[in-house]
């Protein structure tokens, strides 16, 4: 009798603790998605600020290379977001959004280093202003989700855990 009830007490204490592990797990996941919404937020404010200055892919000056860079590389940032989307936290999605969110850095700094002309600087003032305001939010939201992406992906690789994560279907999270 006694060694039945241990059993069973065993057996209840094991199956409360992995509900409380998959419950924090998918905590930390839902986080990371959510973190990841912000980055998506503010990452799209980027298309806002060239096409709210009447440059978009049909009426681009195609005589100014990296405007139309700049414009590539925002399409190439829309297709990053939603394949990152698609497969939250997957590593090879995120991967693609960093280095999409990266090129389209490059191409900005490209574009602002450029010297100005006679009808004056390349790149509108107040679209500078806007356009650093927003990479600020960006580079704050990324920050926020590689620490929670980092905090997941060391919950997955705890001793206990490790144990039924593979079980209950997590895999680790990418960086950006």
């Known amino acids: 009798m006694n060694s039945s009830l241990i059993l069973w007490m065993s057996l209840a204490l094991l199956t409360f603790w992995c509900v409380g592990l998959y419950n924090r797990l998918m905590r930390m996941r839902a986080r990371g998605l959510s973190a990841l ?3 998506d937020k503010h990452v799209r404010q980027y298309a806002g600020v060239v096409y709210e200055h009447g440059l978009d892919g049909d009426s681009a000056d195609r005589s100014l290379g990296p405007w139309n860079q700049l414009l590539t590389d925002l399409q190439g940032l829309d297709h990053a977001l939603k394949a990152a989307k698609s497969a939250p936290l997957a590593a090879e999605g995120l991967t693609r959004l960093r ?3 990266d090129t389209l850095q490059s191409a900005w700094r490209q574009l602002h280093e450029m010297p100005a002309d006679l009808a004056g600087a390349v790149v509108p003032a107040v679209m500078q202003v806007r356009w650093e305001a927003i990479t600020q ?3 704050s939201a990324r920050s926020g989700f590689n620490q929670i992406a980092a ?3 060391e919950s997955l690789e705890q001793f206990p855990a490790r144990l039924v994560v593979a ?4 895999k ?3 960086m950006l």
């Open 167 to 170: 079980i209950m279907g997590f």
């Open 151 to 153: 905090k997941y992906n």
């Open 137 to 139: 939010r960006v580079e």
């Open 99 to 101: 280095q999409a969110i």
């Open 172 to 174: 680790p999270s990418g």
């Open 37 to 39: 919404g912000s980055v």
